[in-house]
């Protein structure tokens, strides 16, 4: 697919300010009366103006199509996925991927305890529970959270509910099926609400197999199984005081991943999340804390060979501990004042188990990470004021005292030639100071401006900050195999550590116009703009190559610069006794460069854009969505990024309720094209499976899927 037919697209649909968010971006909601959060407007009670939000019917859209909690926000405006396992997609806002984008499940961050990251914060809570999230790029608040220099993802789970008087037991169960991967899942939610205190159990159950590409062939490892189960209890001893507890247990049995060279074949998560608000003098007073456990097993699913003993055995134990306070007051003729504090601990083991009868992998344990740890400490101010009836800024500033440190460690041998590369890295590794502190400072100003009630204008500057993680600090091994088992982008490069990282600080220009015409499902423009200057970008150097042709590389610090513009909007068409209907779409493009080395930073998405005519009837709404991305040739050299054509998706989706009875369905690639995933990477449990034969290939995307969600309430 050529430029032209997207550019071209987007020029038309903009020159009649016909576009805007798809189906997944619905009218922001109130948020809860004593919940303090920015609202970067001088609208109380609405999200940014630069913030997507998904609520609603964008969510149950979402539901029908995918168990992952991350794909619920695919279609938002500068969301894109780097493809991972089907449970466990990787985010990238605006062209930062991963770690550099901070998440959020109802507050609490979660620590990636894993060399190939298959344990993301989104794979912590299933698409069943979310019940909104806000997407928040560039300008996030300081209050939001640090450590990232993409932004925030904020994933909030169904608020407590309480009864007007007596005792209301009521809930709902749900069913999910797609043909593509024989999926199917099952969820429950009970709750009993008092006046003053309420419970709710939540569970969720999905499993898939492989799923089939559009030319019928089955991509290998993709098949997946979960369980996710949580138990809220609250109390609202007074109106606007509110205190609760969710005990939260995740467990993945098994999980394919189509572009790593190890698969999961066990992940389990224990959570405990505490949280109090209530008024203190003219203010609120929020205080959180929570534990985290994370037990996570990798080796080979029966795509790569796996056996039910043998293989390559890694194990990866985690915990994260953190608490926050924060306080929020009115200050006559300042404006809304915001101070916190947080506290932030994470701690890993990573080793692989020696292998009997192996000479590579015997006779000690191989030692990753040993006894490592990422503590941060932070405190942040943030001052919100409307100096004006047209005008409300927000300026904000953050402190965190980074500090990461870990123990020796050993190869599977001191003494075999085959481990010779290891072990003389360990003896490197084990002499070497190797605790390190970085002191990172966050900013974010910005102002909205509403001449009027249909125009608003954001625009702000933030500088964004974020430290190493373990494996970019601590990943040792030199050998071919051992440096090939940590890699987090799916490319099959092999990467090495390096301990003298310094943090990365992301300086951004950000700005938005939001314009719509007053109406109820009238006309909306939505137009954004920005820049980030990235200073020691970690990056990757060559440093050899690995046994397969893939390169062996080295993660390093360098200047990267990232710019790109998004378009959303839409438009009523007509209006019938069939009912309303409406032109949106979206539109995103962005670009990255390594400015040291010339190169193209790394799965950038290429020119995408979704365009739907949407017809609304009652409670029914039915939708056809044309999907268009355009080919991937700005490709990483370093990583040996493969290109990828442009293609053409035509999606059909459906949704409505019937009584207590509600259900979304759907028809993706409604037309059975066969394409590559931009963001994919190399199809390595297919290179594996078919007897490593080469050329490698992207890994590709689902053919035709006809999906259906059920849930109905009692």
């Not at 159950?205 to 991509?219: C, L, R, T």
């Not at 003219?282 to 996570?296: F, K, M, N, P």
């Not at 003298?500 to 220009?509: F, G, I, N, Y």
């Not at 993706?668 to 590559?676: A, I, K, R, T, V």
Request: hydrophobic content about 40%; charged content about 20%; glycine content about 10%.
């Amino acid at each position: 697919m050529k430029h032209t037919l997207l550019g071209g697209t987007a020029a038309t649909l903009l020159a009649s300010a016909g576009i805007v968010l798809p189906a997944t971006a619905q009218t922001p909601t109130e948020l809860p009366p004593i919940e303090a959060q920015d609202s970067g407007a001088a609208q109380d009670g609405a999200v940014a103006v630069g913030s997507t939000e998904v609520t609603g019917a964008g969510l149950e859209a979402g539901l029908a199509t995918s168990s992952d909690s991350l794909r619920l926000i695919s279609r938002a405006p500068g969301v894109a996925v780097q493809s991972n396992g089907g449970l466990a997609s990787l985010p990238i806002l605006r062209g930062l991927a991963d770690d550099r984008v901070g998440v959020l499940i109802d507050g609490q961050q979660s620590t990636n305890y894993c060399p190939n990251h298959m344990n993301p914060v989104t794979s912590y809570i299933d698409a069943s529970r979310v019940e909104r999230v806000v997407v928040t790029p560039t300008l996030s608040p300081v209050s939001m959270g640090g450590d990232n220099i993409a932004g925030i993802i904020s994933i909030e789970s169904r608020a407590p509910e309480f009864s007007n008087g007596g005792v209301d037991v009521f809930g709902e169960a749900g069913a999910t099926y797609r043909s593509v991967s024989n999926g199917v899942g099952a969820s429950l939610q009970a709750n009993a609400a008092g006046e003053k205190v309420s419970a709710r159990y939540e569970a969720s159950w999905n499993k898939a197999d492989n799923y089939k590409s559009g030319a019928g062939d089955e991509v290998r490892s993709t098949l997946y199984e979960n369980y996710d189960q949580s138990l809220l209890l609250a109390a609202r001893p007074a109106e606007d005081v509110l205190l609760w507890a969710r005990i939260s247990q995740q467990g993945v049995p098994y999980e394919g991943f189509a572009n790593q060279r190890m698969d999961l074949t066990d992940n389990t998560s224990t959570s405990v999340q505490l949280h109090g608000e209530g008024p203190l003098g003219a203010g609120i007073l929020t205080a959180e804390a929570s534990w985290r456990s994370v037990d996570h097993e990798m080796n080979f699913l029966s795509d790569k060979g796996g056996a039910a003993t043998g293989g390559m055995p890694m194990i990866t134990e985690g915990e994260d501990v953190s608490a926050k306070v924060s306080y929020d007051t009115p200050v006559e003729g300042i404006g809304q004042v915001r101070v916190g504090a947080e506290l932030f601990r994470a701690s890993m083991d990573d080793y692989w188990p020696a292998v009997p009868g192996s000479m590579m992998m015997s006779p000690l344990d191989y030692v990753n990470i040993n006894d490592g740890e990422r503590n941060r400490t932070g405190v942040w101010a943030e001052w919100e004021a409307s100096p004006s009836p047209e005008w409300s800024t927000l300026l904000g500033m953050r402190y965190e005292r980074v500090e990461m440190d870990t123990g020796e460690v050993q190869p599977y041998s001191w003494t075999s030639m085959m481990s010779m590369p290891d072990a003389m890295a360990a003896m490197a590794f084990n002499a070497a100071d190797r605790a390190r502190e970085d002191d990172n400072i966050d900013v974010t100003a910005k102002a909205t401006w509403r001449p009027s009630d249909s125009v608003a204008v954001e625009f702000g500057a933030a500088q964004k900050t974020r430290s190493p993680n373990l494996y970019e600090r601590y990943a040792w091994g030199r050998g071919s195999m051992s440096s090939s088992m940590t890699n987090m982008t799916g490319d099959g490069a092999g990467y090495v550590g390096d301990i003298d990282l310094e943090p990365e600080v992301a300086r951004s220009l950000a700005a938005t116009l939001d314009w719509t015409d007053g109406a109820r499902s009238g006309r909306i423009l939505r137009l954004s703009a920005w820049a980030s200057d990235v200073e020691d970008y970690i990056d990757a150097d060559r440093i050899g190559s690995l046994k397969d042709g893939l390169p062996m590389l080295q993660f390093a610090n360098h200047e990267a610069e990232l710019y790109g513009l998004e378009a959303t909007g839409a438009m009523p068409l007509w209006q019938t006794g069939y009912g309303d209907t409406r032109f949106t779409g979206t539109v995103s493009w962005a670009k990255g460069e390594n400015k040291d080395t010339g190169d193209n930073l790394y799965n950038i998405a290429p020119l995408q854009g979704l365009f739907a005519f949407e017809n609304t009837k009652g409670v029914w709404m039915q939708a056809l969505e044309l999907e268009l991305v355009d080919e991937k040739d700005d490709i990483s050299a370093v990583r040996q990024e493969l290109q990828t054509p442009g293609y053409v998706l035509i999606h059909l989706r459906a949704g409505g309720e019937i009584g207590r009875v509600r259900f979304a369905a759907a028809i993706e690639n409604l037309l059975d094209q066969d394409y590559d995933l931009p963001l994919g990477g190399i199809a390595f449990g297919d290179y594996k499976y078919g007897g490593r034969v080469g050329p490698f290939h992207q890994v590709a995307g689902p053919g035709r899927s006809f999906n259906l969600s059920l849930n109905v309430a009692f």
